[in-house]
């Protein structure tokens, strides 16, 4: 169950959304993420679908793969299509509904474009390895470097989180197993019980992650690790004239859905 | 003091993806009550899914779990009443203590089960008599205790619930020899006072051979064998082929016996190899 | 030649605790050699290998490594990529989520050229035998597989001495024999210094010298063979024997062969 959590997962492989530069990765998914807010008619948000449907088969990534990762997001979708349902104001659907057809269409854009929001997200992080995509995101902010911001430490939190999701995630599953042949019961009761039964669980993971990050820390220091200063990375980032394509393609992309919001497309 | 009886036991993971795998296929077993088993296995043979299965914790894709006659995963309700009768330690767990003291951490089953206060407090008592936590470490913290003594206040919280059978999934793993002998003594000590049946996942094959009355061998999701260890150790050249381990003292009395020795009956521990020996005339 | 570690009378108490965990350790280890090193939990024997390479540094005496004084903070880094430290749950020493990546981290952090660190990395991979699992997920492998990445990814440093503290406790004994194969090999093919600490006697047997530990002092010190041999002293530790030694002490036969071929061999010879 907990073990179907694909957040942070990575499919290795070798089309070409794997091998652009994580950099130009990155700077696309904004560009992608800018495009999608900007589009307003069915034109617009269609073009979209399109786009992201061609990144999906180009990377070989199946269908079923995104919906395992929006399976924990269905309760936000589900909410803001709600909201979006019952408040907006103008004719109703049927005569005396609070249903209106500009809600129907607000709400149906709203999941369109979370749910788009989310896939592109998956196409980066199940193309691109956690070090690449840090390593990436390290580079992209080290002028931020110049205003003191310590980029390599926070990007380095950033994989370690990436790298000790999974192996929580079991850890989790091993508690929680541990705990009903206890008889503890997460089912069952109200809202506090259910918030109390927690504690069995939160409790000695918790602990646990204290004490990884205790081990952790030794083992990196006994790996040499001191900061950024002076490191090297065995995988060099290189731009290759396919990047300047794919953040040419961004680009016009971005321009023509902004072109079509102007006709109101 | 519960019997167990298996039927047509088969479980398959992530069934319909492209991730299936089936851990278990077609396990039927009758175990008595009061029986002491053992069982060994590789890593990934299916004996953890399988002792997972024993106490509802896994719901089988296909065949019945039957404790005492009544299958365990009839309803919800059964499902949730088996955890009070099958009580299984998993790995490690130490890993699983949250409460401020020890008392209340071994307290946390009885709690569970709905007893009443002078009964939790008599089970919390006993199960830490059996596996030798002193009285003055009941009101510390389980996390300032050592590693050998957290491990022994984990068993004990699922003694407390006195189980009618008791499952235990490498209840050694990590120790010392010092600390491995005294789980296995504390837990020879339950089940000689309660009678429970016991069931506990090995790697030692020492303490297997010389603890139990039967032992069954897991290989790839199949029962590879099922016997007392006489049976079991006077076919080692299967459990090599298996690819586990054999006793050390088997391990000598084979290869005495390719030398030429022509030693006598099963030889699984030390005693039975000097009794041996002393047979062909060595001392 | 000068012993790659030495020991100089060293005591070690914890800042706040009132025990003394190390008693006046005196202790040299040749360059080359695999040594073990057996005692029950509390000891003193994991302590010993954090002084190896300056995670703890002693409270009286000294330990030189390569002539290095572990106390020189200057030094710390020339000492750390001199002993690699590999330690007992695999999980919290893995710091990628690709096998390789993983691999890469200590030269990485060395700064040692892009080009050097995959040859490294390659080599590193080759040497434990997982090389074909590079671009795995690490949280995927079994214990033995992730220990030996661990390994690795310390070898990549190219240290002189490897220290492994208790690195098969949480293993089954499948990636026990994988573990103790490896680091086996890498003394004896690759000459490096190979320090294991365990509770677990049978992976001794193949050492060229057992240390015994009890209440922070060394009990024992010599060949597994000579040191087995001891059976009461053992026992007293709460240590096993191996079997081949226990039947060789009782049938009142010399010692001296730990393996049941060679075990077997004398108790035949006897009966002819």
């Known amino acids: ?80 299509s709600a909201l979006n349902l019952f408040y907006t104001e103008g004719t109703p659907v049927f005569p005396g509904w609070i249903i209106t057809w500009e809600g129907l269409e607000r709400s149906a854009k709203m999941v369109l474009r979370i749910v788009l929001l989310i896939t592109d997200t998956f196409l980066l992080t199940y193309t691109t390895s956690p070090i690449a995509l840090t390593d990436g995101m390290e580079r992209l902010l080290s002028p931020l470097k110049k205003i003191r911001v310590p980029v390599h430490e926070i990007t380095m939190m950033i994989s370690m989180a990436l790298r000790f999701i999974p192996t929580l995630i079991e850890e989790t599953d091993k508690i929680m197993s541990a705990q009903k042949a206890r008889g503890a019961d997460f089912e069952t009761g109200g809202l506090v019980k259910r918030a109390k039964a927690l504690i069995p669980i939160l409790v000695p993971l918790f602990v646990s992650s204290f004490r990884r990050a205790d081990e952790l820390a030794v083992a990196m220091e006994s790996r040499c690790y001191h900061g950024g200063e002076g490191r090297t990375r065995m995988k060099q980032l290189r731009f290759a004239p396919r990047d300047l394509w794919a953040l040419l393609l961004g680009a016009a992309l971005l321009a023509g859905v902004i072109v079509l919001r102007q006709f109101g497309l | 003091m519960s019997e167990l009886r298996v039927e047509a036991l088969t479980h398959t993971y992530s069934a319909g993806t492209p991730f299936e795998k089936t851990a278990i ?46 299958d365990i995963n009839k309803d919800k309700k059964s499902r949730r009443a088996v955890k009070n009768k099958v ?20 307290a946390f089953g009885p709690r569970n089960m709905g007893l009443e206060k002078a009964e939790i407090e008599q089970r919390v008592r006993e ?28 068993i004990a919280g699922v003694i407390a619930m006195r189980p009618g059978i008791l499952i235990l999934d490498e209840p050694t793993a990590g120790l010392d020899p010092a600390g491995c002998r005294q789980i296995m003594d504390n837990i020879c000590t339950y089940r000689r006072e309660s009678g429970a049946t016991v069931i506990i996942v090995s790697h030692n094959m020492d303490d ?76 | 030649m000068e012993p790659i570690i030495r020991f100089e009378n060293v005591h070690f108490t914890y800042p706040e605790g009132e025990r003394e965990i190390l008693c006046g350790i005196d202790l040299e280890i040749d360059e080359g050699s695999f040594v073990a090193v057996l005692g029950h939990n509390g000891s003193g024997k994991s302590t010993l290998a954090k002084h190896m390479n300056a995670i703890l540094v002693p409270t009286e005496g000294r330990v030189l490594v390569a002539g290095l004084d572990t106390a020189d903070e200057d030094k710390l880094l020339e000492l750390r990529r001199t002993v690699g430290m590999v330690f007992q749950n695999p999980d919290n020493q893995i710091v990628a989520n690709v096998v390789e990546d993983d691999v890469a981290f200590a030269p990485e952090n060395l700064g040692v050229p892009p080009k050097e660190i995959r040859e490294r990395v390659d080599a590193a991979l080759k ?27 310390v070898i990549a440093m190219q240290p002189r001495v490897l220290v492994l503290d208790e690195p098969t406790a949480m293993l089954d004994p499948q990636g026990r024999r994988e573990v103790v194969q490896t680091v086996t090999a890498l003394c004896r093919e690759k000459g490096m210094t190979v320090v294991l600490i365990t509770h677990h006697m049978e992976e001794c047997i193949g050492a060229d010298r057992l240390i015994v530990m009890s209440n922070g002092s060394i009990v024992a010190d010599g060949s597994p063979q000579a040191v087995f041999s001891q059976v009461e002293l053992m026992e007293r530790e709460g240590l096993d024997v191996p079997e081949t030694t226990r039947v060789l002490h009782e049938l009142g036969l010399p010692t001296d062969a730990l393996d049941p071929e060679t075990c077997a061999e004398r108790i035949a010879a006897r009966l002819r």
């Open chain 2, 208 to 283: 297997a051979a010389r603890l139990t009355e039967r032992l069954i061998v897991f290989d790839h999701g199949h029962i590879a064998m099922d016997g007392s260890p006489e049976e079991i150790f006077s076919k080692p050249e299967k459990l090599v082929e298996i690819g586990l381990a054999v006793p050390q003292a088997t391990r000598l009395a084979m290869a005495l016996r390719e030398k030429g020795v022509a030693l006598e009956g099963a030889v699984f521990t030390h005693g039975q190899l000097m009794a041996a020996l002393k047979g062909v005339g060595v001392c």
């Open chain 2, 25 to 70: 296929e077609n396990i039927s077993l009758t175990i008595p009550s009061g029986q002491f088993v053992g069982l060994l296995g590789h890593t990934g043979s299916g004996k953890s899914t399988f002792i997972q299965h024993l106490n509802a914790l896994l719901k089988p894709t296909g065949g019945t779990v039957y404790v005492d006659g009544e």
């Open chain 2, 127 to 154: 199960a830490a008599h059996f596996v030798g936590v002193e009285e003055e470490l009941m009101e510390r913290s389980p996390l300032e205790l050592s590693g050998g003594q957290k491990r022994r206040v984990a």
């Open chain 1, 1 to 80: 169950m907990l073990k179907d959590v694909t957040l942070g997962q990575y499919f290795p492989g070798n089309t070409v959304t794997h091998r652009l530069d994580p950099r130009t990765k990155i700077l696309l998914l904004i560009l992608l993420i800018v495009a999608i807010f900007m589009a307003g008619g069915w034109v617009g948000n269609g073009l979209m679908i399109a786009v992201t449907a061609v990144c999906m088969i180009v990377s070989r990534i199946k269908p079923r793969s995104i919906f395992k990762g929006l399976k924990p997001m269905l309760f936000i979708i589900v909410f803001t």
């Open chain 3, 127 to 153: 040497q434990v035998g997982m090389y074909d699992f590079r671009m795995h997920a690490p949280h995927l492998l079994s214990g033995g597989q992730k220990q030996r990445v661990a390994i690795a990814g």
């Open chain 2, 87 to 106: 009580g299984l330690v998993f790995q490690y767990p130490e890993y699983q203590l949250f409460e401020e003291t020890v008392f209340a951490d071994i």
